[in-house]
């Protein structure tokens, strides 16, 4: 009789606690990859920068409108960013 399996279940012990680990590793990965602090700061900032320009006055010569284009160009590039990192 083999020596390693001498212990009854032991087999399906062994599965049991392999599918756990499997199963918490994934998990820990899937939460590394979907906490992104340092992203989901920079979108509030950037929001928080467009509602100022969008309440400012519009007597800017056309700059204004263009700062709340490009930092509505950047949002989006913030959101592809959290989703091709899992977020």
Do not use: C, W
């Not at 279940?9 to 998990?27: C, P, T």
């Amino acid at each position: 009789m083999n020596a390693r399996f001498s212990f009854p279940g032991r087999a399906k012990m062994v599965k049991v606690v392999l599918l756990a680990g499997l199963v918490a590793g994934g998990y820990f990965v899937g939460y590394a990859t979907a906490a992104q602090p340092h992203m989901m700061n920079a979108l509030n900032a950037l929001q928080t920068a467009r509602g100022e320009l969008v309440m400012a006055e519009s007597n800017k010569g056309g700059h204004r409108v263009i700062a709340i284009q490009r930092i509505d160009e950047a949002i989006n590039q913030v959101r592809l960013g959290i989703a091709a990192g899992g977020g």
